[in-house]
T-cell receptor
Framework: TAGITQAPTSQILAAGRSMTLRCTQDMRHNAMYWYRQDLGLGLRLIHYSNTAGTTGKGEVPDGYSVSRANTDDFPLTLASAVPSQTSVYFC?????????????FGPGTRLTVL | GQNIDQPTEMTATEGAIVQINCTYQTSGFNGLFWYQQHAGEAPTFLSYNVLDGLEEKGRFSSFLSRSKGYSYLLLKELQMKDSASYLCAVMDSNYQLIWGAGTKLIIKP
């Protein structure tokens, strides 16, 4: 199985432009997450979804939005990108949110905002 | 605030043993995870501790002391492929994972 896929692998984006990072999982997990990873900092949760049709804000949600129309897909949208959003973005999933089950991560999207 | 502390970088020799420490202060505790992350790749799960004590899994072991807010990851018989960052994460009372910045482990021949 593919697990979790993310697209694109990397992207250079002009400030002020919008962009959607795609995430798809084939494990039928209920919970999905978006993190950003910056040098010297731990992974920080942007948004999460407990199940299809629901979303919640994480630690750093400003400037980002998500939707969860179905179980498999969890896109992350930057409405108007700023240079501080330059980061590596990881999508993750787990069978349920908050359980003892591990989170499974996608390969990441490296985003540079100029 | 919530805080996870681990050393930024450690160096060890192939075949040796290394211990990576993690201390935490969080709002509640629902378990501690260790993940491995090779450069340019996604984190992958190594271990989970929710009760005090040592969990052994092959060459890797993880220890937890909840009263001290402390955990360590022990790697034995180090191999070059163990060169990676090791991430400590605690699940807080809201079932959110709080992540440390990671420890970069360099293995020398």
């Amino acid at each position: 199985t593919a697990g979790i896929t993310q697209a694109p692998t990397s992207q250079i984006l002009a400030a002020g432009r919008s962009m959607t990072l795609r995430c798809t999982q084939d494990m039928r997990h209920n919970a999905m997450y978006w993190y950003r990873q910056d040098l010297g900092l731990g992974l920080r949760l942007i948004h999460y979804s407990n199940t299809a049709g629901t979303t919640g804000k994480g630690e750093v949600p400003d400037g980002y939005s998500v939707s969860r129309a179905n179980t498999d897909d969890f896109p992350l949208t930057l409405a108007s990108a700023v240079p501080s959003q330059t980061s590596v973005y990881f999508c993750a999933s787990s069978p349920v949110r908050g359980g003892t089950d591990t989170q499974y991560f996608g390969p990441g999207t490296r985003l540079t905002v100029l | 605030g919530q805080n996870i502390d681990q050393p930024t970088e450690m160096t060890a020799t192939e075949g040796a043993i290394v211990q990576i420490n993690c201390t935490y202060q969080t709002s509640g505790f629902n378990g501690l995870f260790w993940y491995q992350q090779h450069a340019g790749e996604a984190p992958t799960f190594l271990s989970y501790n929710v009760l005090d004590g040592l969990e052994e899994k092959g060459r890797f072991s993880s220890f937890l002391s909840r009263s001290k807010g402390y955990s360590y990851l022990l790697l034995k018989e180090l191999q070059m492929k163990d060169s990676a960052s090791y991430l400590c994460a605690v699940m807080d009372s809201n079932y959110q994972l709080i992540w440390g910045a990671g420890t970069k482990l360099i293995i020398k021949p």
